[in-house]
């Protein structure tokens, strides 16, 4: 990990901020990455007063992971409820399932309920005040526990073990 | 012998007519669901996947056209992924506080239904009327 110093207050935002430059100019030109990399510098100092302290990420390569499976996740999602949204016989049994959150930063709750809303059949809706649980409306589930039980296995462990173990 | 160029046309319809199948299946979810909740479902999941096709195809096309490798299209997916589920959320957040009615046959009466909100500040009932 790069150590985060005074004129580089916010070492990932920096890189993320070159790769977004380079990626909107289509070019690698010297004088972008110059461009970019001054932008890259200046922008984190500038609004480094704002930033909120996040997580440290702490096993990158699982995240990687965790990318992958979302993404093969999304696809599964869009499926199935395209399936749900064309079949006319079928008739979705939608609830309202309240899911006890173990994670604790905001940041990794963001993490985990933009998960949730983009992976099958599931919108979280809610975040309770205390930030203790997490309503979720599914548009089709026949046994919520399992539902629970499965964001559980497949989501919140291995965000846990990213950032927060 | 089929050409290169032309398996890669293939592919490239082939992600333009998924990309379109899926927007179109979206759209649909929002005229045929029975109420607001479900009808969240629809626009938050299949419109992704349906930008996201055309996105790769659209990728496919300019790499191969140009000369050079297009990636601009990866940030506009990324964008999307990153704002799709915080709208959808704000939506639920908002019916669920004016207390939208949802379909009969949905398992499980949250709280929310319930108890008036309470204000964050001052942990009281916030004046907030229901419609």
């Avoid at chain 2, 199948?21 to 349906?50: C, E, V």
């Avoid at chain 2, 990728?59 to 940030?75: A, C, D, K, P, W």
Wanted: a negative charge.
């Amino acid at each position: 990990m790069i150590r985060s110093r005074s004129w580089l207050p916010i070492p990932l935002l920096s890189v993320l901020l070159l790769i977004v430059w380079l990626l909107l100019q289509q070019s690698v030109a010297f004088g972008q990455w110059l461009l970019g990399g001054f932008l890259a510098i200046v922008i984190p100092i500038v609004i480094h007063p704002f930033w909120e302290p996040q997580p440290y990420l702490k096993r990158p390569f699982l995240l990687l992971r965790y990318y992958l499976r979302v993404l093969v996740d999304i696809v599964i999602a869009n499926l199935q409820v395209s399936r749900i949204i064309v079949d006319p016989r079928r008739r979705p049994n939608p609830a309202f399932v309240v899911y006890p959150l173990e994670l604790k930063e905001y940041f990794t709750i963001t993490i985990l309920a933009s998960t949730i809303t983009l992976t099958p059949g599931t919108v979280s809706a809610h975040l309770r005040l205390d930030g203790k649980s997490l309503l979720i409306h599914t548009l089709d589930v026949d046994d919520p526990d399992a539902l629970i039980k499965e964001i559980h296995e497949r989501y919140e462990r291995p965000l846990k073990e990213i950032f927060e173990c | 012998m089929i050409g290169f160029y032309t398996v890669m046309e293939a592919v490239i319809a082939f992600f333009l007519v998924a990309g379109g199948t899926f927007a179109l299946i979206g759209s649909l979810g929002l005229a045929r669901l029975q109420d607001f909740y479900m009808r969240l479902h629809g626009p938050s999941k299949t419109t992704t996947l349906g930008v996201g096709c055309s996105l790769i195809g659209s990728m496919i096309y300019f790499s191969l056209t140009n000369h050079t490798l297009s990636l601009q299209e990866l940030l506009i997916t990324i964008f999307l992924f990153v704002t799709a589920p915080v709208s959808a959320h704000m939506l639920a957040k908002c019916a669920l506080h004016q207390k939208l009615p949802h379909h009969d046959r949905t398992q499980g009466h949250p709280e929310e239904f319930d108890e008036e909100l309470e204000d964050p500040d001052t942990g009281t009932p916030s004046s907030t009327p229901a419609p």
